[in-house]
């Protein structure tokens, strides 16, 4: 399908910290937030995990849901344009989690800080400003400054942070788990 990648299994931070999905984290669902084919979320869905998955794109949620029905797990689908939206999207919502990779809206994260329950988990990557010289994305709105993603969260738990270069071909990426205190 074209406009997104499919892939067979969880992005390799998500797997790393799974162990931080504990029973405790049941109480609300779980947001995968610009979900593109769900791999993230639908492997927190066969944990026994509920997650919503949010996407703007159809053709995506429509993946999902196929990818969801051939595994025979039930999922929440949100179509919605983040981007759009002047207010708060998630006002009145609460995740035990939120997970995001390879998206980034600013004026999104203190919406994101606020409906994470306490306790909760918060799993982003995405891009940073040096990612322009490896290829897409090139639009500084979409590309993190240094050090930007942990001070968002720096009053939070970190429970790993990264900035640097991976893979091959390279890509220039910021990775940050942390906890709501």
């Not at 779980?30 to 979900?35: G, K, N, P, S, V």
């Not at 929440?76 to 995740?95: C, M, N, V």
């Not at 203190?110 to 988990?121: H, K, T, W």
């Not at 994305?137 to 001070?151: A, I, M, R, V």
């Amino acid at each position: 399908m074209a406009g997104f990648r499919v892939c067979e299994g969880p992005d390799r931070l998500l797997q790393d910290h799974l162990h931080l999905f504990t029973p405790d984290l049941k109480r609300y669902p779980i947001l995968d937030l610009a979900c593109g084919d769900g791999h993230n979320g639908l492997f927190l869905a066969q944990k026994g995990f509920q997650v919503i998955f949010a996407d703007s794109s159809k053709e995506a949620l429509e993946q999902v849901q196929r990818r969801a029905d051939a595994k025979n797990v039930a999922v929440t689908l949100w179509r919605i344009d983040l981007e759009a939206r002047k207010a708060d999207p998630f006002s009145g919502q609460t995740f035990s989690a939120v997970i995001s990779f390879r998206y980034l809206h600013r004026p999104l994260i203190p919406a994101i800080r606020e409906a994470v329950m306490q306790g909760g988990i918060l799993i982003y990557e995405t891009f940073t400003e040096h990612q322009a010289r490896f290829g897409k994305p090139k639009n500084p709105d979409h590309l993190l400054k240094t050090g930007e993603l942990f001070s968002w969260f720096q009053d939070w738990e970190a429970m790993y942070t990264y900035e640097g270069i991976v893979g091959e071909p390279p890509k220039a990426i910021a990775q940050l788990v942390c906890r709501k205190p």
